[in-house]
């Protein structure tokens, strides 16, 4: 089953690749409708928690096992593999705003810019998200996962390191704003994507992977949480 669902995830993508318009353009975002009409049915069965940590993204978010990663932790997980930041824009009406959460966990950015986006513009794009969020929720706090280095996408991870640096300093501008490099722990010793943390297609993260990131999330995590608790 979790190969079948890399194989699925591996179709998406190269379907997202072909909607994209073209380099640096914002692909149509109705490609996900069945994903997110999926989610609001969910919804409408099942009560979701009071502030919660929301996840949200693309297929980095969408594989992570949050709920098993953090089970003492109100989780919501709507994450839908290769999605770009326009999409997570598109459709926050339906998949951010209604569950009101305390933290939003973020990660996207990785598909912008192999869909060859700038630094500058992925980085404007999180801006126009934070924005929203800072007007509609202004009490939820917000972190952005650093891009990841893989094996697949290494010929871009100049622009992608570009990238993180971009947020990274929009982050430092806002008390609401936090940066959680992810990105570094998934380096060897040579600086390069460790192959063990990554599944075959050396662009997902493996379990290994996950438990990494879990690890190095938990403390920024519970930082924010409280420093949300204070109001702060």
């Known amino acids: 089953m979790y190969t079948a669902n890399i194989i699925l995830l591996s179709i998406l993508s190269a379907i997202a690749a072909v909607q994209t318009g073209g380099p640096g353009a914002d692909p149509d975002p109705n490609r996900f409708a069945g994903e997110i009409e999926a989610f609001a049915q969910w919804d409408s069965k099942n009560a979701f928690p009071a502030e919660p940590v929301l996840f949200v993204g693309s297929s980095s978010i969408r594989m992570w096992r949050t709920r ?7 989780v919501i997980n709507r994450g839908f593999g290769g999605s770009h930041i326009s999409d997570v824009l598109h459709f926050a009406d339906r998949i951010v ?3 009101r959460p305390k933290v939003i966990v973020f990660y996207a950015g990785d598909n912008d810019v192999a869909g060859r ?12 998200f934070v924005n929203l969020i800072n007007d509609r929720l202004p009490q939820t706090r917000l972190i952005f ?19 993180n640096a971009l947020i990274r300093d929009l982050c430092t501008a806002d008390d609401r704003l936090f940066f959680a490099d992810l ?7 040579e600086g390069k994507p460790n192959d063990d943390l990554f599944l075959d297609d050396r662009l997902h993260l493996s379990p290994n992977g996950y438990a990494v990131w879990n690890e190095t999330l938990r403390p920024i995590l519970n930082h924010v949480l409280s420093r949300s608790s204070e109001g702060r």
């Open 68 to 74: 098993e990663g953090f089970p003492d932790l109100p």
């Open 97 to 99: 705003l209604p569950y």
């Open 117 to 128: 986006k700038s630094a500058e513009r992925v980085r404007d794009d999180y801006r126009k």
């Open 145 to 163: 996962v650093t891009i990841k280095p893989s094996g697949q996408r290494w010929t871009l991870w100049p622009e992608m390191n570009r990238t």
């Open 183 to 189: 990105a570094t722990p998934l380096l060897d010793s």
